[in-house]
């Protein structure tokens, strides 16, 4: 499998530190306002690539933080008149719901901020005693100018850097671009004693500190939105490699920006979505197919007309699930399969890996899937076994690699299922009268029926 590298500015062969062991991070949201359609395809993207390591047989330990104490977090305390603590816990419940109904798989782990204090702390004393970092009147800052490669990642030259990033004007750093590891209390805010007085820790050095104590000095992937590679993920490197004097990632995996009209979502152009508001229009698997629909690293441009062409691809899908759960239903087990029927069906699998393979690209692996369907609805109903056979490689491709939930949502209500064997009785009593009564009544209860040469399909609206 090739990944781009963003530290190598391209795409290399992707192995692992361990024999089929993964160590991953990717940075967690700043709990303080609802999830939106930027942070979707972030924890998407790696959510299937997570998902996609396993299939090839890695064991993928994978950690998500929360950073729950910030600026913005205060800020936000302070307008809905609760403690910071009580907001940061309200967002992440929000995320995990967001998350589990755009069936992104659980991290490991998600640590937060503020139950590693003690760990930052030791932290930063070490790399004061190196001599990498100082302290000033405002707080304890990083020396950038003690790390050679500062830039390495972001590939500018500080000059370069200090001219085009947005930097508070602070006085008491030696230089512009030098980070804050702790800030010293400023006001009647949240703070933490340390041996240099009151404050709470900066934001880069939360993730450093997290992602080492669980994952160990070098991991194998860290990632995130291309936004976080400046100032974020490079000072992130800085302090690190500054401590531990090794390599602190292997592999920098950076999705593309969710866009509106080829403009970055921002709260200053008030066009960011929150994805709880788009799942009142959309069921939210139709999100996460519109959210793999472009190759992860490209900018993704949002309108409601671009996400109302997924609507019918997940229709599709179920439909083609129900179909051939009706179909294959008896058999328990593949026998006597049509071996030129089983080498297609594994050269489209194999067509699917090689996409994946190639920087993950999902756009050209969800072509593959329709390639499947196709091949299957061309196959005799009576090679039921071939069937299945396809079926499950289907399934393997759509719910377990690109976490396309697909079985839950064709789950019918006993009722109608109850109703539907009335209809095909009355059917086969050529009782149309009673037949056309009962799809008139199951239409009425929100469900379509369309017999098939498959049997009767059940459409379940999405």
């Not at 030098?178 to 993730?207: N, Q, V, Y």
């Not at 070098?218 to 993920?233: C, N, R, S, V, Y």
Request: with cysteine; net charge positive; proline share 3%.
């Amino acid at each position: 499998m090739k990944i781009y590298n963003t530290l190598t500015a391209k795409e290399e062969e992707f192995i692992s530190q361990k024999k089929n062991e993964v160590k991953m991070y990717v940075c967690g949201i700043t709990p303080y306002d609802e999830v939106h359609l930027g942070h979707g395809r972030c924890y998407v993207v790696f959510d299937i690539l997570r998902r996609y390591l396993e299939y090839k047989g890695y064991d993928v330990n994978y950690i998500q933080n929360f950073t729950d104490i910030d600026d913005k977090i205060l800020k936000k305390s302070k307008e809905l008149n609760l403690q910071p603590k009580e907001v940061a816990e309200k967002y992440i419940k929000i995320y995990f719901e967001v998350e589990k109904k755009l069936n992104i798989k659980k991290a490991k782990l998600y640590p937060k901020v503020t139950e590693h204090i003690d760990d930052i702390i030791i932290f930063i004393e070490k790399l004061l005693n190196k001599g990498f970092a100082y302290i000033s009147d405002t707080g304890i800052y990083f020396d950038i100018s003690k790390f050679s490669e500062y830039g390495k990642l972001s590939k500018k030259k500080i000059d370069d850097l200090i001219v085009g990033a947005r930097i508070e004007v602070d006085e008491t750093k030696k230089n512009p671009l030098d980070f804050a590891l702790w800030k010293f209390l400023k006001s009647e805010e949240i703070f933490w004693d340390t041996p240099w007085g009151k404050g709470r820790p900066g934001w880069h050095i939360e993730c450093s500190v997290m992602s080492m104590k669980y994952l160990g000095e070098t991991l194998d992937i860290h990632g995130g939105g291309m936004d976080l590679i400046f100032p974020h993920h490079e000072n992130e490197i800085a302090q690190s490699e500054s401590l531990t004097e090794k390599k602190f990632v292997n592999y920098w995996i950076h999705n593309g920006f969710v866009t509106v009209n080829k403009q970055k979502m921002s709260k200053s152009l008030k066009n960011i979505f929150a994805l709880n508001d788009l799942f009142k229009i959309y069921d939210p698997i139709v999100i996460r197919l519109f959210l793999i629909s472009q190759h992860y690293q490209n900018p993704l441009d949002f309108s409601l007309e671009y996400i109302e062409q997924f609507r019918p691809v997940y229709q599709k899908f179920i439909d083609f699930s129900s179909e051939m759960e009706a179909l294959t239903k008896d058999l328990n087990k593949i026998k006597g399969l049509n071996q030129n029927i089983k080498k297609e069906i594994d050269d489209i699998v194999k067509e699917f890996e090689s996409s994946m393979d190639s920087n993950l690209n999902t756009s050209s692996a969800l072509a593959k899937i329709h390639k499947i369907i196709s091949l299957i609805y061309k196959l005799p109903k009576e090679k039921k076994f071939d069937i299945l056979y396809g079926y499950e490689k289907f399934k393997l491709l759509t719910e377990t690699i690109l976490g396309i939930k697909i079985s839950s949502n064709y789950e019918i209500p006993q009722e109608i299922k109850e109703l539907v064997s009335k209809r095909e009785i009355a059917r086969k009593n050529k009782d149309y009268k009673t037949s056309d009564e009962i799809r008139k009544k199951i239409f009425d209860l929100g469900y379509i029926l369309e017999d098939t040469p498959y049997g009767t399909k059940i459409k379940n609206k999405i």
